[in-house]
């Protein structure tokens, strides 16, 4: 049983960071790419950035580019996901996801977490 959880929001005031962090199980060969989604208030849920669990490229919206980080530790089956230089508008709740490749859209994601809010103050 494939199994996403997601920890490491919270509410934070704008320019401060914080770090998320999906654990996942049960992937095995089922999933070797990890992204992440957000969907703030009264919009649909949106791309942030994406990984293989293998290496390669990473992808990012360009609204996270050069403030997001996103990486992996194998061994622990995590990814993780440093948000720095926080904006009001990354408020908004946090949705870890697998699949079978590093893709923008959600339909190309099968596992999904149950998410993780997170809160940035003006």
């Known amino acids: 049983q494939v199994q996403l959880v997601e920890s490491g929001g919270g509410l934070v005031q704008a320019g401060g960071s914080l770090r998320l962090s999906c654990a996942a199980s049960?992937?095995?060969?089922?999933?070797?790419?990890m992204g992440w989604f957000r969907r703030a208030p009264g919009k649909e849920r949106e791309f942030v950035a994406a990984m293989r669990w293998s290496g390669g490229n990473t992808l990012y919206a360009d609204s996270v580019k050069g403030r997001f980080t996103l990486s992996r530790d194998n061994a622990k089956n995590t990814v993780l996901l440093q948000m720095n230089s926080l904006k009001p508008e990354d408020t908004a709740i946090y949705y870890c996801?697998?699949?079978?490749?590093?893709?923008?859209?959600?339909?190309?994601?099968?596992?999904w977490g149950q998410g993780t809010q997170v809160t940035v103050s003006s």
């Open positions: 996801a697998a699949g079978w490749t590093t893709a923008v859209l959600t339909t190309a994601y099968d596992y």
């Open positions: 049960g992937l095995m060969f089922r999933a070797p790419a």
